[in-house]
Structure formats: C-alpha cells, structure tokens
C-alpha cells in the first residue's frame, strides 16, 4: 500500500503561476528519484523535471527557467513550482517515484493519480 497522491493543479491564465504537490504514503523505506511528467491530449507523455536521489536536478528544454523541482524527504513530498505559464504547458501532470518498499529488495516505479493543469485566458 504505496500511493502517490498529487494536488495543486487547476486553472491559470497565461504568465501565473502553480505550484504542483506529490506526497508518497504507505510501507516506504526510501525514495529514490522523483519526476514529473505531462501529457496533453493527443501528445506522448514527456518528463518535464527530476530530481534524483542525490539532489541533482534536469528539466526538460520547453520548462527550463521557469519550473524548479524541489523535495523535502521528511515528509516524502516533491514539488513542482511553475512559473511564467504558457498556453503549451497544459497538460495533466504526474508525479513518478521509484521507492523500496520496507521488506523488499527491489526498487518499484509508482505514479500518482494525475493533476490538470489548464493555462488559458
């Protein structure tokens, strides 16, 4: 019983801002990287940002300056703070983690639920 639950989506006009939460619960003995992905309707699900367990950060070209990652592995949450948002940055949003399971050996990918995110005047 891992889940992934993600909250902070909704609806924007063009240059605002959101700020995109993903807390894992359940059986978790650590968290490795953590990633957030996006897809739009008739598009390819992309990654838009990781941080790895180590702290290091990539973002995809399109959101580069103007997303930033970021964790706090207390509370096993990642964040996802967008700003200058722009009409191509809709999508609905998942969060991605890979996470040892307390009593098992080997990494699992889980994904959470999915937030929209509309940017729109």
């Known amino acids: 019983q891992v889940q992934l639950v993600e909250s902070g989506g909704g609806l924007v006009q063009p240059g605002g801002s959101l700020r995109l939460s993903c807390a894992a619960s359940g059986s978790i003995f650590s968290i490795g990287a953590r990633n957030w992905y996006r897809q739009a309707p008739g598009n390819q699900r992309e990654l838009v940002a990781t941080?790895?367990?180590?702290?290091?950060?990539i973002y995809a070209d399109s959101v580069k300056g103007r997303f930033t990652i970021s964790r706090d592995n207390a509370k096993n949450t990642v964040w996802l703070q967008m700003n200058s948002l722009k009409p191509e940055d809709t999508a609905v949003y998942y969060c991605?983690?890979?996470?040892?399971?307390?009593?098992?050996?080997?990494?699992?990918?889980?994904w959470g639920q999915g937030t929209q995110v509309t940017v729109s005047s």
């Open positions: 941080i790895t367990g180590g702290g290091s950060t």
């Open positions: 991605n983690a890979d996470i040892l399971k307390h009593g098992t050996r080997d990494l699992e990918g889980y």
